[in-house]
């Protein structure tokens, strides 16, 4: 059973998000309690929660915007939680207590994860490239909201709105990159059957380049 999960981008608190990402949500309350218990179906004290950025966003002025609710949303999820900081995370900054660590950027070094899998790098934002990409190094992020392109790199968006609203499991991530890389690998087969030309068997067809 897995103990470690990633997410991102649940922004607790926000009314607009609902709107900006069409959440199946008819109050800022109903999406809290939803997170909320969507997050502790599958995540258990003691497991491992990496956040991706962007956990909290509130009105600018208003209850929901408080420090001491962001507080008790957080109390209220299970496992030990580790946050990479997004462009919103105002309010998780000033929790520290909250989090083991707070990182703008972070390696998953393999040794620490499940047998067999790569160094995991962890990042608010996509990235073209990353530290051990070349050595079969997985990347992470969030940010997007489910609209950033996936370009057959093993990486992808962890963000709730792309997951059901839920948190997902190491194996969840490990069956992700399997389907990545098969999707690829069948792209490149489908490539080798496409006929090429030369330039001269080209002219003798009497086609222009």
């Known amino acids: 059973m897995s103990n470690i999960f990633f997410t991102a981008d649940e922004h607790y608190q926000s009314p607009s998000i609902i709107r900006i990402c069409n959440r199946p949500f008819a109050s800022v309350e109903e999406m ?9 179906e599958v995540v258990k004290a003691g497991d491992r929660v990496y956040h ?11 209850a929901h915007k408080g420090l001491e ?5 957080r109390a209220r999820l299970n496992g030990q939680h580790f946050l990479i900081i997004g462009n919103h995370d105002e309010l998780a900054e000033q929790m520290s207590d909250a989090f083991i660590w707070m990182k703008d950027i972070a390696r998953l070094h393999k040794k620490t994860l499940p047998e ?8 608010h934002y996509a990235m073209r490239t990353w530290e051990m990409r070349m050595h079969g190094g997985w990347h992470l992020y969030g940010h997007s909201h489910g609209n950033m392109p996936e370009d057959g790199s093993p990486s992808f968006d962890v963000g709730v709105d792309c997951w059901n609203y839920r948190p997902i499991s190491i194996e969840q991530v490990t069956d992700k990159m399997r389907w990545i890389r098969e999707k690829v690998l069948n792209f490149s087969e489908a490539l080798r059957e496409v006929p090429t030309y030369s330039k001269r068997s080209l002219e003798e067809s009497g086609d222009q380049l």
Do not use: F, M, T, W
Not at 32 to 40: G, K, S, V
Not at 116 to 123: E, F, K, R, S
């Open 116 to 123: 067999g899998l790569p160094d995991i790098v962890l990042c």
């Open 69 to 73: 609710e962001a507080k008790r949303l």
């Open 32 to 40: 809290n309690e939803a997170l909320i218990q969507n997050h502790n």
């Open 52 to 62: 991706l950025g962007d956990v909290y966003l509130g009105r600018r002025s208003g």
